[in-house]
């Protein structure tokens, strides 16, 4: 039951607006809304009649109007001619619409007269509906008739803004309300709430969708619409018409529009769709297919072969309507045997997303969870997993991982060189060596680019060693310095540092081949120095430099900048090849002095003062002997002989010019400079015009030799942070 506010006025003896007799309100619901007003003056043209005249036995009226439905029924007063008995009922619109209207009016919930049952009150009971009391007999009653086609495509074109008003055409109101009632049987409640009428002249405030013409002799109104009992469609070509006929023909046969529909266009592609319904499935493209199984009053036995049950099946995989509809239709068993075998031949031959075919037959009610499982294992072998087959088999193969052999052990590999999507769920595993194995396989894929593996990427934060073992093993074993390059360019700059610090912790790294990868992905100086600098210590061991030597080299960015002026610090040569002064010596002596030394490079002492003569006058030929010798088994002492022989202040000079000899070996220069035992100042102070020669000279890439400088605080402890000094304390003091 709904309960409507209502109120009832007309000529009384007694009303509620006036102590005396006259027209008023006579009796109201308490809950009667006040934007209709509690007056008839207030209620205005809801309680009088049209000027000119009154209802031919009785007018229903159902308008909107100040945001309410409101219902009304205007019947000739008999006992003062000229007014009427005027019964509202008021509701939400989402309450009471027309259909509810014209159920009050059958079932006798308006009054006619204000009879001894009516006594002045404001407290009225609510009026009640019974919904139960519905309209399908009207319309059952008026199937036959040539004018219901008509009245629903109008009142149809009415609601979707393509027609104009109405206006019905008959002898009397009761025939207005049996062709409304009718109207309201075929077509669904909800579709027609925007729809109001009157079977009488129309004095309401706005003119409804459809009036009534008492009479025969009525003039029609301009711009309306007429429907008499005589119409008929008479235009096959008018889409409403046809719309009309439709929908009556649907409903001779049995079939109802679904009081689910809304709109004009819901109840249009409803017809649609019981067109398509009556050919041949064979017959329907996709679409037209989809509307068909989409229609919520499809019966089960529109599926009349495996074929149409097959396609349903592919076209539910595609589009979620489809899903949907069949999950809610009680289809028959040997259909859902055909549904089940569809999805599961689509999970063994899917090779994209077998976890949405999963997903559609778990909305249809199907596990196929052991099917998805069996294929999966199916494809292990056989074909290309993917992430949700790899999800699937995972398990297993953990559990022959860490209990079988190592033939099983060799299979699990075996298959991560197969799947990719396996890696996914290795990589972070416990187990160092399958970790290691499922880095190496993503590596040696070949449909991987290894400089933009993420799993690779991912591995860098999470098993940093066990991606720098595979390195050293790369460098040391096959030498393969674009794959160390790939592994390098995908690191990091964060991770790059720390994966070159931890490749140093093994003996058996190739740090030349690591070097040479570096400067390949870091092209930058200061790049460079950032990467290398954690792993310094470890790198330049393998450079071969004295010791001392080697507690001096440190990388500096901006040694680099350097560099290019290398060839503007060349001393001036001796063209003339003699100079002045330069003493009792000759080339000739000074060569004989020097090969002889050799293998005795004692003699070095005993012809100090013609060496030291020649060093003074003629350096760079000394430079040039020096540099011819540097080859030789005892280079080294023979060096330091001749660098004892020169004067402090000649030696940086001496240096430099043999650092710039192309014959020179540098390692035997090197390690007899470090022969003289002198300080860190010192040796750097030494070298410090011949090493931007000599750096490039040793077995490095060009780019990282050219960044190593001598540094003689190197070797100096690191300072320790200067302690703080205690914060002062203020006294509190009573006396200040």
């Known amino acids: ?215 025969r002799g009525t003039p029609p109104p301009p711009d309306r619409r007429i429907i008499t009992a005589d119409s008929g469609i008479d235009n096959i070509a008018d889409t409403y018409q046809r719309l009309g006929r439709d929908i009556v023909e649907h409903r001779r046969a049995g079939l109802a529009v679904p009081a689910m529909l809304l709109s004009v266009n819901d109840i249009r592609q409803w017809c649609y769709q019981q067109q398509l319904r009556a050919l041949e499935p064979a017959l329907l493209d996709d679409a037209q297919m989809v509307q068909v199984l989409t229609d919520p009053t499809l019966s089960p036995d529109w599926f009349t072969d495996a074929t149409v049950a097959r396609r349903a099946i592919h076209l539910a995989l595609d589009n979620t309507d489809v899903t949907t509809a069949l999950a809610n239709l009680p289809v028959r068993n040997q259909v859902r045997e055909v549904f089940e075998q569809t999805l599961i031949d689509r999970v063994m031959t899917e090779t994209r997303d077998r976890g949405h075919v999963t997903r559609v037959a778990r909305q249809l009610g199907f596990d196929l969870s052991d099917v998805v499982a069996e294929a999966a294992f199916r494809r292990l072998d056989t074909g290309t997993l993917s992430a949700s087959d790899a999800k699937t088999v995972w398990p297993q193969l953990e559990r022959d991982w860490t209990t079988g052999d190592t033939e099983q052990r060799g299979l699990v590999i075996e298959r991560l060189h197969r799947h990719r999507a396996l890696r996914e769920f290795t990589v972070g595993a416990k187990d160092r060596y399958l970790v290691y194995e499922t880095v190496r396989a993503e590596i040696g894929d070949p449909a991987v680019h290894t400089g933009s593996s993420q799993l690779l990427r991912t591995a860098m934060y999470s098993q940093l060693a066990i991606v720098a073992q595979l390195m050293v093993n790369i460098s040391c074993t096959s030498r393969d310095r674009y794959v160390l390059e790939q592994i390098m360019a995908c690191a990091p700059p964060d991770r790059l540092p720390a994966l070159i610090a931890e490749c140093t912790r093994y003996p058996a790294v190739d740090a030349f081949e690591l070097m040479k990868a570096v400067t390949i992905v870091r092209a930058e100086p200061a790049e460079l120095v950032d990467a290398l600098k954690p792993a310094w210590t470890a790198l330049r061991r393998v450079i071969g430099l004295p010791q001392a030597l080697e507690d001096l080299a440190v990388l500096d960015a901006d040694a680099a900048q350097t560099d290019s002026q290398q060839g503007r610090n060349r001393l001036r040569p001796n063209i003339f090849g003699r100079s002045k002064g330069r003493g009792d010596w000759t080339r000739a002596e000074v060569s004989a002095l020097i090969r002889a030394a050799i293998d005795d490079p004692l003699l070095i002492a005993e012809h100090r003062e013609m060496l030291s003569a020649a060093i003074e006058t003629d350096n760079e030929f000394v430079a040039r002997r020096m540099s011819e010798h540097s080859d030789a088994t005892g280079a080294p002492a023979l060096l330091k002989q001749i660098l004892i022989c020169a004067g402090h202040d000649r030696v940086p000079a001496l240096l430099t010019l043999c650092a710039q000899q192309h014959d020179l070996e540098p390692h035997a220069l090197l390690r007899a400079i470090c022969d003289l035992d002198l300080d860190s100042a010192a040796l750097a102070e030494l070298l410090a015009g011949g090493w931007p020669h000599l750096r490039t000279r040793l077995d490095l890439p060009h780019r990282i030799a050219n960044l190593i400088v001598l540094d003689a605080t190197a070797t100096l402890p690191a300072r320790l942070k200067p302690l703080s000094a205690p914060k002062k304390q203020r006294r509190n003091s009573f006396w200040r």
């Open 1 to 215: 039951m709904t309960g409507f506010p209502q109120l009832v006025c007309g000529w009384a003896l007694v009303n509620l607006e006036s102590s005396g007799a006259g027209v008023g309100v006579v009796a109201r619901s308490g809950n009667w809304p006040a934007a209709l007003g509690f007056t008839v003056r207030e209620l205005g043209s809801l309680a009088t009649l049209p000027e000119g005249g009154e209802p031919v036995g009785f007018a229903l009226e159902f308008t909107v109007t100040r945001g309410l439905a409101v219902a009304g029924l205007k019947t000739p007063s008999r006992v003062r001619p000229g007014t009427c008995v005027t019964h509202l009922i008021a509701g939400t619109r989402e309450q009471l619409d027309g259909a509810m209207v014209l159920r009050l009016f059958g079932s006798g919930g308006f009054l006619r007269t204000l009879d001894e049952s009516v006594a002045p009150t404001d407290s009225w009971p609510e009026a009640a509906a019974d919904p139960a009391n519905g309209l399908a007999g009207a319309a059952e009653s008026a199937l036959d008739l040539t004018w219901l086609p008509v009245l629903v495509g109008a009142a149809l074109a009415h609601l979707d803004g393509r027609g104009p008003t109405l206006a019905l055409g008959v002898e009397d109101a009761d025939e207005a309300v049996r062709m409304l009632a009718a109207l309201y049987g075929v077509l669904p409640r909800n579709a027609l709430r925007e729809l109001t009428f009157s079977t009488g002249a129309a004095a309401l405030a706005e003119m409804p969708s459809i009036t009534a013409l008492i009479g």
